[in-house]
């Protein structure tokens, strides 16, 4: 029988060469069912070509990917996956219904059930009232909650975010951040990228990224006892995530 540990998903000494350029190299990382993962990384660090890897949008160069155990990319595992990317995946002349129809239609949710998940999932995001507008007359906040929203449609038992709150106004991110945990509490895991050091400490474990390397894995307790360290800033910058 299978552990119950198994990883959901999983990354074998993954590289990502474009060009003669690696962007990303010898990653390893084992994310467990039902828990936040954040890649913590600064800009250009490799973070949304690593979520595209897991996501089995884009194929690594070296190394394998699997998500429940299947080698990745597979068109199969599509529907396991909810994902978000970092800029949004829109149809700016098509109304924000007719956005998350389109999606709903695409993961196969017909008729009320399709109709109730555009409903919760936009109730969560705060978009119910502004349905019936354009995409393009969203403003940047609104396009990320629809993207968000229309992740969250199939509920899937994966959810990759690639920065799922920027843009986000602190109230609203406060209730994204509530819903994923209890998502995650139903036994969805979730795995996100951030550059925000205050999201860092609500994951459960965390990859510290910087060219292309994991400098430092490990929850964010871990990490800070780890450097002796108060903030998950500090600790970045000491494992030599700061500026060189
Ligand atoms: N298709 C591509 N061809 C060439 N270089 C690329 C390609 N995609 C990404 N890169 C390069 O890979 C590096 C990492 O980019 P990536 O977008 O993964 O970083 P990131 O950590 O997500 O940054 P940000 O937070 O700014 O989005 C950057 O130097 C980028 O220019």
Request: aromatic share 4%; with cysteine.
């Amino acid at each position: 029988m299978e552990s119950s540990t198994a990883p959901v998903l999983s990354a074998h000494q993954v590289s990502k060469s474009f060009a003669d350029k690696t962007i990303l190299n010898d990653i390893r990382l084992a994310i467990k069912p039902a828990e936040i993962f954040g890649l913590l990384g600064p800009s250009g660090s490799g973070k949304t070509t690593l979520v595209k890897l897991l996501a089995g949008i884009d194929v690594p160069t070296t190394g394998e990917i699997r998500l429940l155990g299947t080698l990745l990319p597979n068109r199969s595992m599509l529907q396991q996956i909810g994902y978000m990317a970092q800029s949004d995946a829109l149809y700016n002349e098509l109304t924000a219904r007719e956005n998350m129809e389109f999606f709903a239609a695409l993961y196969g949710l017909k008729g009320r059930r399709g109709r109730d998940r555009i409903a919760e999932t936009a109730e969560l995001v705060g978009l119910s009232e502004h349905l019936s507008k354009k995409a393009w007359q969203y403003s940047g906040g609104m396009k990320r909650r629809l993207s968000l929203a229309i992740a969250l449609l199939h509920e899937p038992p994966v959810l990759l975010l690639d920065e799922p709150t920027v843009g986000i106004d602190p109230v609203l991110r406060r209730s994204i951040w509530a819903e994923l945990k209890t998502l995650t509490g139903k036994g969805t895991t979730v795995v996100l990228t951030t550059h925000v050091m205050d999201e860092a400490d609500k994951c459960d474990r965390l990859a510290m990224i910087r060219d292309g390397h994991i400098l430092a894995e490990g929850s964010p307790e871990a990490l800070l006892e780890q450097t002796g360290s108060d903030q998950i800033e500090d600790a970045f910058i000491q494992l030599g995530g700061g500026n060189s």
